[in-house]
């Protein structure tokens, strides 16, 4: 066998196990990414694995060391956002709200970076034809946008991740932490023991690790 092809085999063959060991360690997230760092990762893992098996220059050890690298930031990051919030909220952003019981927030605008143009043109692909029609509208770190219709029940708000108190959220309902702690505590609970909480129709909803 001609010795490019066989080169080019080798190069396949340990991309397909570096690739298969990524998705397996990092969950099948990394098929549907939901977050701008997931999709440019996934991007520029593929360019990376990809440029090298047509190019004889490129030597295995190159491409199994340089993939290896940006695979092993990639799970790093994936780890990290997942055990630390305000990582997360480093990498990926948070939620912003454009609208608010049906007032448009206008200084929020620039912070998402979105004009009153693409907020429109947004609205309609998720066949919303009036602005009057709407509620509260939040523009998530994903690029999507979540809507709540006048007359809709509100969704629910993460007042807890990870046993750690979101203040954003909780300012952006007018609740203090002491509120929040007394309630949980009311439930028979302490903050350590909460993997998720959200408070929904004036009830805190509280869900614990599971021993």
């Known amino acids: 066998m001609d010795s490019i092809y066989l080169n080019i085999i080798i190069k396949m063959a340990?991309?397909?196990?570096?690739l298969l060991i990524y998705i397996n360690l990092s969950g099948k997230g990394s098929l549907a990414p939901i977050s701008a760092l997931d999709q440019v990762g996934n991007v520029v893992l593929g360019a990376i694995i990809g440029g090298p098996l047509y190019n004889p220059s490129i030597s295995l050890s190159l491409l199994v060391i340089t993939a290896s690298i940006w695979a092993g930031l990639l799970l790093l990051v994936r780890y990290l956002s997942f055990k630390r919030n305000f990582v997360k909220n480093v990498i990926d952003g948070r939620s912003i709200a454009l609208m608010k019981n049906g007032q448009i927030l206008s200084?929020?605008?620039?912070q998402a970076k979105l004009s009153t143009r693409?907020?429109?043109m947004l609205l309609h692909q998720r066949g919303h034809s009036?602005?009057?029609e709407l509620s509260n509208v939040w523009f998530e770190y994903n690029g999507q946008m979540t809507v709540v219709k006048k007359g809709d029940v509100d969704m629910a708000v993460t007042v807890i991740e990870n046993h750690t108190i979101d203040e954003n959220n909780l300012d952006s309902l007018s609740l203090?932490?002491?509120w929040l702690i007394s309630e949980i505590t009311q439930q028979g609970y302490v903050l350590d023991d909460i993997f998720l909480a959200e408070l929904h129709n004036h009830r805190l909803w509280v869900y614990p690790y599971h021993q």
């Open 107 to 110: 200084e929020n605008f620039a």
């Open 176 to 178: 203090t932490k002491e």
């Open 130 to 132: 009036n602005i009057n």
């Open 14 to 18: 340990a991309a397909f196990c570096i």
């Open 118 to 120: 693409d907020f429109i």
